[in-house]
DNA sequence: ACCTTATGCTAAACCGGTTTTTCTTATGTC
DNA sequence: GACATAAGAAAAACCGGTTTAGCATAAGGT
């Protein structure tokens, strides 16, 4: 139970009666480069062996600035899509020798600011962060200062930073278009209040599908903090006062789960007395009963993207970012949910 | 785009004409202790502030030894129950001024073991770890060496480790005698092929179930790379092979996934033509059509324990953990896929 | 024989803090 | 007036590495 003294560069060092220096160089490979005697080199890794030598990782960063770690900032790391980015990312940074921190921010400015302050502190090298909106100041401090940073799932007006993202627009509006050509003309949009990019962008793809038809607008904007909590009834009585609504597209999946619930609650069929369509493809859509038609972000795309970009820049000689936004299109996956039943 | 150098503690220090160590005693609040006058100390927090000073964290974790962040490896953070657990903790983690390092093993004791190294030349203070079996080696050194560990979801044996699981063996027992109590006879139980803890421990319930009302065993075991791809036809031929079985209970939630899906292939009605229980409650059950029976773990209560004790191991004079092991007992959600349709 | 260059390694500064030790000066006590 | 003590702050060692500059010695060129 006694704490057992690790081994230091000194240590070996002093095994063997040479400078600390030599041992780094050896360690690190660059004995050739220094000119070290192959003798040297092979008696200052053995004895690394036999010692269980392990570089002190800590150290290592603050002399050389580098920490090799990516911090990870979510919005919920429980939710299925970022959980799923969050894997793949994970896998991906760790074969490039980066680790993971990562954080939720729950969409709330104060606790970002806070955790994007401790990653700061920490010198994480790079960032890849799914901003709420009001932290903007620090994202642009952060590029000003040449960290890497790639933004994603929404992007913030006026901070040129990199951004991956999917077609929210286009791709709402292809989904709600999928409901017109199946015959639906009262089509609703139940969506979060929110100023957020991505939510405003899905909004423009319903209110374009709209316009673009002539049809009537049924709109249910539900604050983020009732997402879970009462989301069921409001949009039960959603429901109830607009009885002529035969299709609901849900801008986020767990916006399309508690509108189910609340189908269910009332009795309605699916397709027959309503149709759904919701954004992101989680498991459950494909499983139930019927299966709902949705809008799929390929997240493995997506997940490549954003750890390609921020490697780019980590390697980079500090050009800085140039605000280049990459758009990858989602896919509708059309199931039972938006199936047309003759009436 | 320039980098900014930043302020260190000696820019401060220089500043004033001071020396750095009477900063570093004023700026962690020792001032008072080390008996530096009011009005040094309240200069030095002005310039600090105006400055902009904020001290860096890897070269205080250098000193100190402290890193303040945990090492969270999960099996795979994608999955509902492990990024439930990581967001629960993380909440917590964070609120005692930690940060986490997560990553997913995949039930590879390779990259387990290669995590394990990385985690540890990075310094976290403790660990949160899910293991796999064939790491008890690199586990037992951590605690050898008074790192704070504790396992959850499976433990070790012969790694006498802090622990925090679930009654496995009770609830699946449970779960299965209520199958019994419904008057299903034929209870079929559909696991990995695993020797870890918590897997043996559910095929323990189950097995003993058989035995005490002298049961027919229907056992399926799949493999655990077999579990996305293929589970599917090998679930639904073995229901094929057995057309006996009134009822399933799987041991994981995703197995219970793949079962409803080769259930719905084979046309088979729930819980008409077969009952259905499920360990973990994953939300999809809960909307499933028909809702799906399952075992529940609290998922708060075992993020609160097991993050309380590893503050509290972080917080103790390194008496070395000694092996606790703390169970929750999980709570049967009892739902339509298990009612008993008269025959 | 002398200068140059290559070889092989060391010394020392540095990264940015924490913490123990030491020093100077003022004050109080007998 | 001598001496102990306290106040206030500086100095220095340390954490464990990386990296630049430098110093011997040997080999090669003329």
Chains 1, 2 share one sequence.
Do not use: W
Not at 39 to 67: C, D, F, I, R, W
Not at 175 to 204: K, P
């Amino acid at each position: 139970m006694v704490k057992k003294k690790k081994v230091s560069i000194l240590d070996i060092a002093k095994k063997l009666n040479i400078s600390k220096s030599t041992v780094s160089f050896i360690v690190n490979g660059k004995a050739r480069e220094r000119r070290i005697s192959e003798e040297l080199t092979e008696k200052v890794l053995q004895v690394v062996k036999e010692m269980g030598y392990k570089p002190n990782h800590l150290a290592q960063s603050l002399a050389t600035g580098k920490t090799n770690s990516i911090g990870l900032i979510v919005e919920n790391i429980s939710d299925s899509f970022f959980s799923n980015i969050a894997s793949l990312i994970e896998e991906k940074a760790y074969n490039s020798g980066y680790e993971i921190i990562y954080s939720s921010t729950n969409d709330d400015v104060a606790k970002t600011k806070s955790l994007l302050r401790m990653f700061r502190e920490r010198q994480v090298d790079g960032y890849i962060i799914c901003p709420p909106i009001g932290v903007e100041e620090e994202i642009r401090a952060l590029i000003e200062e040449g960290t890497p940073v790639v933004l994603f799932d929404r992007h913030l007006p006026n901070v040129a930073a990199d951004y991956v993202g999917t077609d929210n627009q286009e791709s709402t509006y292809a989904a709600c278009d999928f409901l017109y050509g199946q015959g639906f003309r009262h089509i609703a949009f139940v969506t979060l209040v929110s100023a957020q990019s991505q939510m405003q962008e899905r909004l423009a793809g319903y209110q374009g599908l709209i316009a673009a038809h002539g049809l009537e607008s049924y709109l249910l904007e539900i604050p983020y903090q009732l997402r879970d909590t009462s989301a069921i009834e409001r949009i039960g009585a959603f429901l109830e006062a607009h009885p002529g609504i035969d299709a609901v597209c849900f801008a986020t999946n767990y916006l399309a789960v508690r509108g189910l619930q609340a189908m269910q609650r009332l009795g309605l069929k699916i397709p027959g007395d309503i149709a759904v369509v919701a954004f992101d493809d989680i498991e459950l859509f494909q499983l139930y009963s019927p299966p709902i038609t949705s809008v799929a972000q390929p997240m493995e795309e997506i997940s490549n993207t954003l750890i390609n970009i921020l490697l780019q820049q980590l390697q980079a000689v500090r050009l800085g970012s140039k605000g280049k936004k990459v758009i990858i299109p989602s896919r509708l996956t059309i199931r039972e949910s938006t199936r047309k039943v003759s009436t």
